[in-house]
């Protein structure tokens, strides 16, 4: 199976790291550059990225002199930047790029915006895996160890949920929120009576972890 | 013809007085000889009734009409100083075009010949002095609160790069099932960033410092050097940058702290901007202190600029040595503060002299 690869482009190391941690525990390759004329030139010799981080202010190459290079490629791009002036953003969107994410930014958030953009471009992976259990958004199908698990639908949604942040921890607000929808007039209670069923029917007891006062997350 | 307004008022009552009694005089003579001279049956008082009591209403009116004129006149130049001030009231003269200035100098309208040296003209004067600074009051007021304003937007800026890292390493720890390893670095992070908003708190707080007023008092040089050389002596034996100090002059009046942290900050600049090897210069002599270095050099368009805070000539190399921006903007500020002046000389790739010096001899 092949990860969806991403180019991070970003000059500050500490946010790089914060990034690049986040991608590794959601599944994704990546390549950093912290300059970027690095960055253009080694599109030459490797191009195949599904997604591309750009800060603005870089080194070398500024972060819209890089989106022509970007789009020789096909490379998708989210711009990731400290500038909050609209002009800056409007150019960033207009010149084409996917999306405009300004500095401070929630990394869950980032994460969210990631998985739209690939989807847009048909290039979200839509086979999960966690363990020995493959999760097929296309089909709606889980298997545990080549075996059919079936699923009732919320019980799905919310499987491929915690498997899509899998190693992250996800709030039963969250949950109840993308699984049930925001006017669903419900008890997170009801989050915790689909997870047993997931233990159960997986037998992932011991994968599927409650983090006291927050939520549950699903380790690989 | 200088006169006092109230000289000028008496002038004029006098005047009118004594020209309300020649035309009633005249009048009444006239009437009395030839107007009624066929008349005189009645005789006695009635014979004078006529010609008093017109002579009498016809100086009358002329002294009306005349006060009138005057007192128009008169008042005419408080007019247009009204025009000035309630204009200036709605804060709209820019400095240097002053109505009331044009009327002090004498040159409103030619009315200076009769007005320009009584109390009106000395209000106009003072209306003047007035507006000259609330203009340039305002004037001082609006640059210092653009220069807030720029400041506080570079501050916001400057803040975002540590608060995302902050932000995106905890939401991690958080939420995120890290190895060891990766957790040790992402609160590696988080810490270096801690340290980086310390330290530039810690100069936003000197800068802060020096506007508020500092306290000078005669200090010893050689004692600062050699604080200065002990301070700085780990983080240049690692950057490999010497520091040589030469001190040839002994007391200068000075904030210590301050002033230490100045030279700091130059010898830290000075230090970064040289490669492993080259030696930095200190130096004390006639109220200079003086720093040079043999680095990278700032270009002649950015030296006038390197004094703005956040101003960075190359904003990704200093970021990853800690440069917070603030560096020669709190120089410069403590400069000013000591009322020295800050001289930056510099070639690209052959090095920079800072030079601080200091205008008054404080020598004692």
Redesign the interface.
């Known amino acids: 199976m092949t990860k969806n690869r991403i180019l991070v482009v970003e ?5 790089s ?3 690049v ?2 991608l590794q ?1 959601s599944g994704y390759d990546y390549v950093v550059y ?2 970027g004329q690095k960055a253009a030139d080694s599109l030459q010799v490797d191009h195949a990225y599904d997604l591309a981080l750009l800060d603005i ?3 070398g190459k500024d972060g819209f002199e890089l989106l022509p290079y970007m789009k020789t490629y096909n490379i998708p791009v989210i711009y990731l930047t ?1 500038r909050t002036d609209t002009p800056s953003e409007i150019k960033g969107l207009r010149d084409g790029a996917e999306d405009y994410i300004v ?6 958030a980032l994460l969210v915006r990631i998985e739209k953009v690939l989807d847009r471009n048909g290039k979200l992976n839509k086979i999960l895996r966690v363990a020995d259990i493959v999760v097929d958004c296309e089909n709606r199908s889980v298997q545990k160890s080549g075996k059919i698990i079936s699923l009732k639908p919320l019980e799905f949604e919310l499987f491929s949920l915690l498997a899509r942040y899998k ?4 709030l039963r607000d969250k949950m109840l929120n993308e699984v049930w929808g925001a006017d669903y007039y419900g008890d997170t209670r009801t989050v915790d009576v689909h997870i047993a069923r997931l233990r159960k029917k997986l037998e992932i007891s011991n994968k599927l972890i409650t983090v006291p006062k ?1 939520g549950y ?1 699903l ?1 690989d | 013809m200088k006169m006092k307004m109230w000289q000028k008022i008496c002038v004029l009552c006098i005047g009118i007085l004594l020209i309300s009694m020649i035309v009633c005089g005249m009048l009444f003579w006239f009437l009395l000889h030839q107007g009624f001279a066929g008349t005189q049956d009645n005789g006695g008082l009635g014979v004078l009734i006529w010609p008093i009591v017109l002579s009498c209403g016809i100086s009358i009116l002329a002294g009306i009409l005349l006060t009138l004129g005057f007192v128009r006149r008169v008042f005419r130049p408080l007019r247009v100083l009204r025009t000035v001030t309630s204009r200036l009231a709605a804060g709209e003269y820019a400095a240097g075009e002053l109505p009331a200035e044009k009327y002090a100098a004498g040159d409103y309208k030619g009315q200076e010949q009769i007005y320009s040296h009584d109390e009106v003209g000395e209000l106009a004067a003072d209306i003047n002095v007035i507006a000259n600074t609330l203009v340039s009051c305002l004037a001082e007021l609006e640059e210092t609160n653009r220069r807030q304003a720029m400041f506080i937007r570079g501050l916001m ?1 400057e803040l ?6 902050i ?3 905890t ?2 720890l ?5 190895s060891q390893s ?1 957790a040790r ?2 609160l590696a ?1 988080i810490y ?2 801690c340290s980086w908003l310390n330290q530039m708190s810690q100069k936003l707080h000197k800068i802060i410092k020096t506007e508020e007023g500092i306290q000078t008092r005669p200090e010893n040089v050689h004692v600062l050097f050699e604080d200065i050389v002990e301070s700085t002596a780990e983080i240049l034996q690692e950057r490999r940058t010497p520091l040589e100090a030469a001190c040839e002059m002994d007391f200068l009046s000075m904030d210590y702290d301050l002033m230490k942290s100045l030279l700091i900050n130059l010898v830290d600049n000075a230090s970064k901007a040289s490669e492993p090897g080259q030696k930095l210069h200190l130096r004390a002599y006639d109220n200079i202190l003086e720093l040079r270095d043999d680095g990278h050099g700032i270009p002649a368009h950015e030296i006038a600029l390197v004094t703005d805070p956040f101003y960075m000539v190359d ?3 200093n ?1 990853l040595k800690g440069g917070s921006g603030l560096g020669l903007a709190l120089v410069k500020r403590i400069a000013e503060a000591h009322n020295a002046q800050v001289l930056i000389e510099s070639t690209p790739n052959s090095g920079t002299t800072v030079r601080v010096v200091f205008r008054d001899s404080s020598t004692p």
């Open positions: 000059d500050d190391k500490g946010i790291d914060g990034i941690v986040n525990y912290a300059d202010m870089l080194p400290a500095k401070p930014f929630d990394m869950l190693n992250r921890t996800l927050y997350r380790e | 800026h975002k790069t540590p608060l995302t890292t932000m995106v390493h939401d991690t958080l939420v995120a099932n890290l990766d670095n992402s992070h270096m960033q904003s990704s190399r970021k």
